[in-house]
């Protein structure tokens, strides 16, 4: 199942399938290691419910909804 | 021979830095930019080393003014060897930087930082596999525990005598052919050719705007590769290939003993500290106590709360830097009998013996130089008080930011951007400015300089626009002083906590206005790391206020020191300075007050024959805040014998809170801002002083007349922000539209 990284519940996983940002966001996505094929566990929300956490590569990530909506996502559990 | 470190940020490169150059670290700004340039000297070799501390990135794009940096620092200043610096637990997303740092024409090595921490969790590291497959020497070292890093320097300071030629771990046949292409097309034309290429192949701007004349060949040539899902997006290609890369190589080099899928402890951390519910109050709360103990006179409320006081001589002295005898003239002459005195914060604590060392220092100079001379003057209440007026907040700003770089190095503020940057977005701000804004409410030079954590340049200045509407320790007299005049007719503290909450007000509708009429019409993205917690470093710390000391001292002090002299000199001497000095009253400043006063007229608190006193004040309040209560006792203004109307004193209020802040502030503006943020600043507080100024003493002046015209006049006021407001969503929903 595809979906947008901002639609993700907590704790549910998935591997990028394609980044649809530009400029910018798109090269700091990149250089945060959110490429195609990397797995993505969204962690939890901030109390406000945005931004979100995720886990990627190792590591504990944030952004914010608008920029997570522009990264699609194939859905793993 | 000159090192240079890179590595991402919160890779342990600070600490390392620290450990080879100890006390030889200095701090610069790279020419241009705001971000620091730290330099030091290694010296265990033999030869001295230079070791250039290169900021804090996750790659050598163009976006940031950090990555601009260390990529002309390694392609235009060739240093002999690149240390690029790895945190071992999270090998994948450093080793990215790694594969670019790998393609320039300069030695590199590899130092897995933290090996402490990755041998603790049962994992080993196959460095010889690692080293093989990067073909640079790899090194294992803990900068914190200091293990490694004699042989990591003996080991860089070999490969510095070797040529190295750069290298990519890009793959994909197709690819390697264009950049080989690319490369030969650069040869001869730049240093690290190979670089070039692959920058300029991924649409890299600094590259498309520099060589031009390639990048025609190389859109024919892209053409005719196939590039499948990513649809001629090279940008995406060349980084997938790097992780691809990564992947598949460094997952064997790791040998994890028990399945790593544990809680680690920054997880249990974050549960209570980024906790829906709890987070909020939590971070509150840390706030509070940090400010509790750089600013409150009673320290855990001792004295309120239990009734706790000191008043034995010796105790009350040691609290108040030698206050013993100040206190009790004082209560002598208010008639009361003096009981004691709570004990202070440390940050009072601090700042009171601050107090009675400049205080000391100013006395015995008095006490050798003959007095009632010109020179005594200048050197005593020209130079040496406004050294003192510098000093005397020293000791609670760097306290302060003590505090704060210990929340910092712990890894929490990147929470707090996490928890707060819902309520920011909206005017145009991002979680991280939070912190420089809450510190305004202490003091905005702290604050100023927090913002160093914001990428943005935009949001930098924005922020520092903003900082002093956030009454700051320092303007607390002046509403004090104004709250006792005003008290007859309402209440003193209400006065006081509407002056805060005015500020806040229009901070916030400032954001707004500058978000919805600025030529930006994108939001800096938040992307960010959330590293591990960790414990902070005392030797960092201490390192790191100490380079804030000195940055403070060096810049701010020269305008500081130039602009007092020149106000003492304004305040002591009249146009006819030859003739000696003379009284405020006949001094140039009077004059100058005396002609501010038209400028200040409609303003209403310069009408009347005291209006030049007001202007008077509000100018050598630019040295420090509470001096604009100092000027206008000296002057004779005090309760009783002030006689402003109600809206006057507010408007006056209202200016000195939105005015230019004191030199040392904007001296730190300066430093931190570009340099047409600077301006815009310098420009918009004048004007937004000015333009409040005016509009609170005239419907003030109107609710004086008539309360129901004038309330009529608030909601209408009101009503019309609103309407703007709306206007303005509309026009942004527009905009992002867009």
């Given amino acids: ?47 406000l419910g945005d931004p979100i956490e995720v886990t990627i590569r190792g590591y504990e990530l944030t952004l914010r909804k608008d920029e997570a909506n522009k990264i699609l996502m194939e859905v793993v559990k | 021979m000159k090192f240079a470190l890179a590595g991402n940020p919160n890779c342990g490169k600070t600490t390392l830095f620290n450990t080879l150059t100890g006390s030889t670290a200095h701090v610069g700004n790279w020419p241009g930019v705001t971000v620091d340039k730290r330099e030091g000297t290694y010296k265990k070799l033999g030869e001295k080393i230079d070791i250039v501390d290169l900021p804090g990135i996750y790659s050598l794009s163009p976006y ?4 601009v940096v260390s990529r002309n620092f390694i392609v235009d200043e060739h240093p002999d060897c690149i240390i690029n610096v790895v945190d071992a637990t999270n090998l994948e997303r450093n080793l990215y930087l790694t594969t670019q740092l790998l393609e320039i024409d300069v030695p590199v090595i590899i130092a897995l930082n933290m090996i402490d921490v990755v041998r603790q969790r049962g994992t080993t590291i196959l460095v010889q596999e690692l080293e093989s497959k990067l073909n640079v020497p790899v090194v294992e070292i803990s900068a914190l525990k200091g293990e490694g890093i004699d042989a990591m320097m003996k080991k860089a300071y070999s490969c510095a005598r070797v040529k190295r030629v750069g290298q990519t771990v890009i793959e994909n046949k197709d690819l390697v052919n264009l950049i080989e292409k690319t490369k030969d097309e650069f040869a001869g034309k730049v240093s690290s050719p190979l670089f070039h290429a692959i920058k300029l192949i991924e649409n890299d701007e600094l590259e498309v705007k520099n060589h031009q004349d390639i990048l025609a060949d190389v859109k024919t040539m892209k053409n005719r590769i196939d590039t499948g899902d990513f649809a001629g997006d090279f940008e995406a290609v060349v980084a997938d290939e790097r992780y691809k890369y990564i992947t598949k190589n460094f997952e064997k080099t790791i040998i994890r003993k028990n399945g790593e899928e544990k809680e680690t402890k920054s997880d249990k951390i ?17 706030m509070f106590f940090v400010f509790h103990l750089v600013f409150s006179e009673d ?3 001792l004295n309120s709360i239990f009734g706790l006081e000191v008043s034995s001589k010796g105790w009350v002295n040691f609290f108040t830097g030698m206050g013993y005898e100040d206190l009790l003239a004082e209560a002598l002459e208010a008639g009361e009998a003096f009981t004691g005195i709570s004990i202070p914060s440390p940050g009072v604590f601090l700042q009171s013996w601050m107090g009675w060392l400049t205080g000391s220092v100013i006395d015995l100079v008095a006490g050798v130089l003959p007095e009632g001379t010109w020179y005594t003057g200048f050197i005593v209440d ?23 770089s210990i929340l910092e190095d712990s890894g929490y503020m990147a929470r707090v951007a996490f928890i707060m940057d819902r309520a920011f977005r909206k005017f145009g701000l991002s979680g991280k400015s939070f912190i420089p804004l809450l510190m305004g409410f202490g003091c905005s030079v702290p604050a100023m300089i927090a913002t160093k954590t914001l990428e943005d340049e935009k949001e930098r200045d924005l922020t520092i626009r903003l900082t002093p509407f956030f009454s700051c320790g320092a303007k607390a007299p002046i509403w004090a002083m104004l709250a006792s005049v005003v008290a007859g007719h309402f209440l003193g503290d209400i006065f006081v906590f509407s002056i805060y909450l005015f500020g806040i007000v229009i901070a916030i509708v400032a954001a707004i206005i500058m978000k919805v009429f600025g030529k930006t019409k ?13 414990r902070p ?10 380079e804030k000391f000195k940055h403070f001292l060096y810049k701010a002090s020269t305008i500081i020191t130039a602009s007092i002299i020149l106000i003492w000199f304004l305040s002591n001497f009249g146009w006819a300075f030859w003739k000696g000095m003379v009284e405020i009253e006949d001094s140039i400043l009077a004059d100058l007050g005396r002609v501010l006063k038209v400028v200040f007229y409609p303003l209403g608190w310069a009408m009347g024959a005291d209006g030049w006193k007001y202007s008077v004040a509000s100018i050598t309040g630019l040295i420090a805040k509470e001096d604009v209560v100092a000027t206008m006792a000296s002057l004779g203004l005090e309760e009783g014998t002030i006689s402003l109307s109600n809206a006057a004193i507010y408007a006056f209020a209202v200016y000195n809170l939105f005015t230019l802040p004191c030199f040392a502030a904007v001296a730190t503006a300066k430093s931190e801002s570009s340099k047409k943020g600077f301006r815009v600043t310098i420009a918009w507080w004048l004007t937004a002083s000015y333009v409040i100024s005016l509009a609170v003493y005239w419907v003030g002046k109107l609710c004086e007349l008539s309360w129901i015209v004038g309330l009529l006049v608030i909601l209408v006021l ?21």
């Fill in chain 2, 64 to 67: 940031t003014p950090e990555e």
């Fill in chain 1, 1 to 47: 199942m595809e979906k947008y990284l901002n639609e993700f519940l907590v704790n549910e996983e998935g591997k990028v399938k394609k980044i649809e940002a530009e400029g910018k966001i798109k090269r700091r996505l990149f250089d945060m290691g959110v490429t195609p094929g990397a797995n993505i566990r969204l962690k939890k929300l901030a109390p």
């Fill in chain 2, 522 to 534: 994108e939001v800096p993205p938040f992307i960010m790391e959330l590293p591990a917690y960790h």
């Fill in chain 2, 382 to 404: 020209g130079f040496l008080t406004g050294i003192d007026s510098i000093f005397s907040f020293i000791p609670q700003v760097l306290l302060l930011f003590l505090f704060i």
């Fill in chain 2, 537 to 546: 470093q005392a030797k960092n710390l201490l390192a790191h206020l100490w």
């Fill in chain 2, 718 to 738: 009101i009503a019309a922000i609103v309407l703007v407001g709306l206007y303005a969503s509309g026009k942004l929903k527009a905009k992002e539209a867009k």
């Fill in chain 2, 299 to 301: 320290l855990f409320f």
């Fill in chain 2, 270 to 286: 974050d549960k209570v500290l980024t906790h829906r519910i709890w987070s909020i109050p939590i971070f509150l709360v840390i």
